[in-house]
């Protein structure tokens, strides 16, 4: 049974930094795209991060560039935001999945997906 689990949501102020993580249990990470959405209350799941199978490639949507780190530690079979410089509208539900139909931009490209960790960030 393939799960995959985040942790590390938090309320934080504008400014602030916080690290999610997915670990996987019942895939390797490894053969997989792994992704990073986030869903604010009343708006549809947005992509935010990804990282490709190979961990070579990285993408993220504009609005993260430059503040938000996606990696992965293979032998804990687990992966990372790394969320600096917090922002009131980075506030959502952070959602991680795997998946190899890509693309990794795209809810539609993965098959397994966490059950959500909130990050709220107010002043």
């Known amino acids: 049974q393939v799960q995959l689990v985040e942790s590390g949501g938090a309320l934080v102020q504008p400014g602030d930094s916080l690290r999610l993580s997915c670990a996987a249990s019942?895939?390797?990470?490894?053969?997989?795209?792994e992704g990073w959405f986030r869903q604010a209350p009343g708006k549809e799941r947005e992509f935010v991060a990804a990282?490709?199978?190979?961990?070579?490639?990285?993408f993220y949507t504009h609005s993260v560039k430059g503040r938000f780190t996606v990696s992965r530690d293979n032998a804990k079979n687990t992966m990372y935001l790394q969320m600096n410089s917090l922002k009131p509208e980075d506030t959502a539900v952070y959602y991680c999945?795997?998946?190899?139909?890509?693309?990794?931009?795209?809810?539609?490209?993965?098959?397994?997906w966490g059950q959500g960790t909130p990050v709220t960030v107010f002043s």
């Open positions: 019942g895939l390797r990470l490894t053969a997989y795209n």
């Open positions: 990282l490709n199978w190979s961990g070579l490639d990285t």
């Open positions: 999945a795997a998946g190899s139909r890509g693309p990794v931009t795209t809810v539609g490209g993965y098959d397994y």
